[in-house]
């Protein structure tokens, strides 16, 4: 079947609405050349195999409470993360000099 993606949803939040199983997340990825990681693009088709190895009791209350999880990143892929400062992310003679 085809799927739209929601705002902010993850392969993982994929996979349980539509399997009920975080396992077929990388069933899903396999089928739309996506590493388990990628960030989802809103309104994205993805396909989701209907021969997934579901979980049917999960499946079931996630379409009764009309559940549609969306835990992905609120960090756009153009944006930067910041950089790491500290003596935690010090490299010795690196940034970090002794004397």
């Known amino acids: 079947m085809e799927i739209k993606v929601l705002n902010q949803q993850s392969i993982l939040d994929i ?6 199983d975080v396992q077929n997340c990388f069933d899903i990825a396999v089928a739309n050349g ?20 579901a979980k049917t009791d999960v499946l079931q209350y996630y379409t009764s409470k009309n559940l549609k999880p969306a835990t992905g990143t609120t ?8 950089s790491l400062k500290g003596i935690g992310y010090m490299q010795l003679e690196n940034s970090f000099k002794v004397s």
């Open 75 to 82: 960090l756009s892929q153009d944006s930067q993360v910041p």
């Open 34 to 53: 996506m590493a388990v990681s990628d960030l989802l693009n809103t309104g994205k088709t993805l396909s989701v195999s209907n021969n997934a190895n």
């Open 15 to 20: 996979a349980i609405q539509y399997t009920g």
